[in-house]
């Protein structure tokens, strides 16, 4: 599909709610994405384009960064690895606190969950202030892995998250399908 025909497609499945999870904070709401099979589809294979380059494991970000994450992950041949918050995982972990656009949170990830020098694809929905991104690379480094790149459907760009990952992530690792 042209980029222009999937920028489209997937912007008009992105639903935008005003006032959640709390007043002045527009969600935005992908139930719609997902519940399309074609848009779903081919969200999950220009994702998994992004992988061709060579990674070894997808980590997903708790909890609609799962979603998107385990399909690219099967798509790719690649293993998944899931970064979730704090309390959920069985094992050993590393831990991160972070500051979200509403709230504060910590995100855990196994310390098992990557062989050394793995090569690592993050995928969430939606860069806000880019905390959580930032949480999550660190946590994959502290494991052992190296980021390759990191991929949002979509980026609130008023927050600027791109420019507070500049210092941690090169430039052009950081991708986005819609900027608003
Ligand atoms: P941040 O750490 O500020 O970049 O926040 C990103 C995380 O919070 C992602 O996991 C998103 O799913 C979620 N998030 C933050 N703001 C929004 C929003 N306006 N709409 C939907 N999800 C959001």
């Avoid at 489209?8 to 709390?22: C, F, M, N, T």
């Avoid at 709401?29 to 998994?48: M, T």
């Avoid at 020098?117 to 930032?134: F, S």
């Amino acid at each position: 599909m042209a980029a222009q025909d999937l920028y489209e497609l997937l912007d008009s499945r992105i639903r935008d709610v005003a006032d959640w999870p709390k007043p002045g904070v527009v969600f935005k709401d992908i139930s719609p994405l997902l519940a399309d099979p074609v848009a779903f589809a081919a969200l999950v294979d220009a994702l998994a384009e992004r992988c061709e380059g060579g990674v070894d494991k997808v980590v997903g970000i708790e909890a609609r960064g799962f979603i998107l994450a385990a399909p690219v992950a099967y798509r790719a041949q690649a293993g998944f690895v899931p970064v979730r918050k704090q309390g959920k995982l069985p094992c050993a972990t590393f831990a991160q606190s972070y500051e979200l656009e509403y709230g504060s949170a910590t995100l855990e990830v196994h310390q098992d969950a990557f062989e050394p020098g793995e090569r690592v694809l993050v995928i969430d929905d939606v860069l806000a202030t880019g905390g959580t991104v930032e949480a999550t690379i660190d946590l994959v480094r502290r494991a052992g892995a190296e980021v390759v790149g990191v991929n949002v459907l979509l980026e609130l760009g008023f927050l600027d998250g791109r420019a507070r990952l500049a210092s941690t992530l090169p430039d052009g690792k950081l991708e986005s399908f819609i900027v608003v």
